[in-house]
T-cell receptor, first 115, second 113 residues
């Protein structure tokens, strides 16, 4: 158990569906992140929230919409995805925004398949 | 130039040998460096962090940092088949006036019984 919990673990959705990924951290951290991991590619940072405020959006398409209602919960709302969006989506948290020295702790990930 | 570079491997070593994993980074201002281990189908797990030049040992793992050469490595002594995984180097990197934790593409390690 990592202290960062993601649900669901697996998700298959059609291109016209709307779904949401959920992340919850029990570590008392202030910053939360969404990463995307595609096959044979490095982890890609998608969104960063620090104290519930979005501080980064790395040119992510608008079909991905994050939501952070509080420091412990993070959502990623998905709509009209494309097959190339199929990937492992990882949530992470850190004590604060990743400045000089704070490491990130990851959830188990959601394996997303878009059909 | 990629911010964090790793050889993708696979690096194949016999059981009991020393595995040496290397990483270079581009941001000279980076102050902290992390190694994550990721088993197939699982999420990354933090195994080592290092902040100062030199060596840091934790059990069978030793992280080595050389800031002048912008180089960080991970040594695994007495490698076990259970060490077979992808090892990710991660460096907080200043990009667009803020720090982002940038990962290398990972090195796949295979430990042969």
């Amino acid at each position: 158990e990592t202290g960062v919990t993601q649900t669901p673990r697996h998700l298959v959705m059609g291109m016209t569906n709307k779904k949401s990924l959920k992340c919850e951290q029990h570590l008392g951290h202030n910053a939360m992140y969404w990463y995307k991991q595609s096959a044979k590619k490095p982890l890609e940072l998608m969104f960063v929230y620090n104290f519930k405020e979005q501080t980064e959006n790395n040119s992510v398409p608008s079909r991905f919409s994050p939501e952070c209602p509080n420091s412990s919960h993070l959502f990623l709302h998905l709509h009209t995805l494309q097959p190339e969006d199929s990937a492992l989506y990882l949530c992470a948290s850190s004590p604060d925004r990743m400045g000089g020295g704070t490491e990130a702790f990851f959830g188990q990930g959601t394996r997303l398949t878009v059909v | 130039q990629k911010e964090v570079e790793q050889n993708s491997g696979p690096l194949s070593v016999p059981e009991g040998a020393i595995a040496s994993l290397n990483c270079t980074y581009s941001d000279r201002g980076s102050q902290s460096f992390f190694w994550y281990r990721q088993y197939s189908g699982k999420s990354p797990e933090l195994i080592m962090s290092i902040y100062s030049n030199g060596d840091k040992e934790d059990g069978r793992f030793t992280a080595q940092l050389n800031k002048a050469s912008q180089y960080v490595s991970l040594l695994i002594r007495d490698s076990q088949p259970s060490d077979s995984a992808t090892y990710l180097c991660a460096v907080p990197t200043l990009m667009d006036s803020s720090y982002k934790l940038i990962f290398g593409s990972g090195t796949r390690l295979l430990v042969r019984p």
